[in-house]
């Protein structure tokens, strides 16, 4: 059954630091998409970034990139030169042949200044 | 351009009572879902409509309908409420559902409590 498991429930970091959010997945689909969102404390998700299985390279954008290691089942997610304005729930979702989401339980993170 | 939008944002209910939350979309997506959130766990799908005149369960459909109004408006219906259903409660919508990348635009949520 698909699964996605994102093992750290909360994070600290400091800011301007990178932080890597961690995720990892089971399919025993061959194409499948995976996707990170933010949910602010105001509570709207907001989409950062996809990964195709079929993807050669590691998405980016902007300051968030995605390390994709398919052997593995993983796609975490990097933030670099972590800002105050990155505290926010964090969430991996993957989409396979039944092209629904299946949700990770989040990971929190927290900034400090 | 508002994207997904939902009404109302908060809601108390009193167990067994019936009420519709109402979603609309301006960005001509075919595919709209319902999730719900709750502590601790991630989005779980509830209903979605792959196109227009279509409706499907996901993972969680048990009390609760929906109904594809048209392309733009989905609708979630709770017929009687019960304090399991307390909840946040995401409209959500995508081009096409049917293709990997397409990913899905939130609406603001609804935060519901049953009594």
């Known amino acids: 059954a698909q699964k996605i498991t994102q093992t750290q429930p909360g994070m600290f970091v400091q800011e301007k630091e990178a932080v890597t959010l961690d995720c990892t997945y089971d399919?025993?689909?061959?194409?499948?998409?995976l996707f990170w969102y933010k949910q602010p404390s105001s509570g709207e998700m907001i989409f950062l970034i996809y990964?195709?299985?079929?993807d050669q390279q590691n998405a980016t954008e902007g300051r968030y990139s995605l390390n994709f290691q398919k052997a593995r089942k993983s796609a975490n997610l990097v933030i670099s030169a972590s800002q105050l304005g990155d505290s926010a729930m964090y969430f991996c979702?993957?989409?396979?042949?039944?092209?629904?989401?299946?949700w990770g339980a989040g990971t929190k993170l927290i900034i400090k200044p | 351009n508002a994207g997904v939008t939902q009404t109302p944002k908060f809601q108390v209910l009193k167990t067994g009572q019936s009420m519709t939350l109402q979603c609309a979309q301006d960005?001509?997506?075919?595919?709209m879902y319902w999730y719900r959130q709750d502590p601790g766990m991630g989005l779980r799908l509830i209903y979605y409509?792959?196109?227009?005149?279509?409706?499907d369960k996901g993972e969680v459909p048990n009390g609760y309908n929906v109904s594809r109004l048209n392309k733009r408006e989905f609708s979630l219906r709770l017929e009687s409420a019960a304090p399991s259903q307390t909840s946040v409660y995401f409209c959500?919508?995508?081009?096409?559902?049917?293709?990997?990348?397409?990913?899905?635009?939130f609406g603001p949520g609804t935060r519901l409590t049953v009594l």
């Open positions: 979702a993957m989409k396979d042949s039944n092209y629904q989401l299946i």
């Open positions: 399919t025993s689909d061959p194409s499948y998409g």
């Open positions: 990964q195709g299985s079929y």
């Open positions: 959500a919508s995508s081009e096409a559902g049917g293709a990997l990348y397409n990913e899905q635009f």
């Open positions: 960005m001509n997506h075919n595919s």
């Open positions: 409509s792959a196109s227009e005149g279509t409706t």
